[in-house]
């Protein structure tokens, strides 16, 4: 039997205050909302995005989650437990060439019983089409796609919930990290008027809402307080720096919340340096989204940080 309840513990969210020298100089309350507590897997946002899908998929009586993603992809790994745990297959499709020595995501996710198949860039870039999906469909009878990273409208409508675990019209701004928008569109969907919701993209190429698909946003009012911030993805996706490791083992060390290198640290970098360039005024009530994923620290060299993350 398929199930979708009992996989995620909503009692170990917490919102912490985040006291940090940045934010009191300048005026600035500030809080996480810890996602990343919800289970050790399917942390973060990516319950999130994934819980319609499933009900979808029971609804269904579908057998098998088809979905995509890279080497590193959150998602992959997240899908791989969540159906291990509801009682599906999962087939993951993988962008470019299988290589020798698997990074850890993928790892993971073939002990979740995931099927890996790894395609080219140019096909993976057909994962969307109509076409693609009904041979897929033929091919795997009794399944349910699920688009890259969760997106799509089930995704967007999975994270508006994320604003209603906490009292929403204390923060004038919310901040949260960007892959595919999915997150950040239905943040913005769920928000109060006139509060502000400021993404911070962690891979090039994104700079407006056009570039992640800012036409589902419900209410067109609401885009004059949507603002993306790019320059913070220390050379592109899942790239990193010496100088973003520090930053997250200070934060760890100032406020006890650890951080991954693909997402949440760059997310905490921006809010703090943002907040050195004094771009919020004061007053300013900050909500920060950690998204989770702390899985992806498993690539770093053994010691890079001050926390565990296994």
Known sequence: MHRNNQIINYNAISVDPLELPEFKKNGIQADALRLDKIHPVISGNKWFKLRNYLAEAIEKKSERLITFGGAYSNHIVATACAANEAGFRSLGFIRGEEIINLSHTLQISRQFGMELEFISREKYKRKNEQEFK?????????????PEGGSGISGIEGCREIVSLV??????HI???????????GLANASEPQQYIIGIPVLRGIKNLKDIRGDQLIDEQKTK????????DFGGYAKKKPELLDFMNRLYGQSGIPTDFVYTGKLFYA???LAKKKYF????????????GLQGNLSLPEGSL?????
């Open 134 to 146: 009904i041979a897929l469909l033929k091919k795997y009878p009794g399944s349910l796609i699920i």
């Open 167 to 172: 009292e929403k019209n204390r923060y004038t």
């Open 175 to 185: 901040f949260c990290a960007i892959g595919t928008g999915t997150m950040y569109i």
């Open 225 to 232: 307080f949507c603002q993306i911030h790019d320059g913070y």
């Open 271 to 273: 809010a703090v340096d």
């Open 281 to 292: 005024p004061p007053g300013t009530r900050l909500l920060i989204i950690h998204s989770g």
């Open 306 to 310: 001050a926390f565990e993350y296994k």
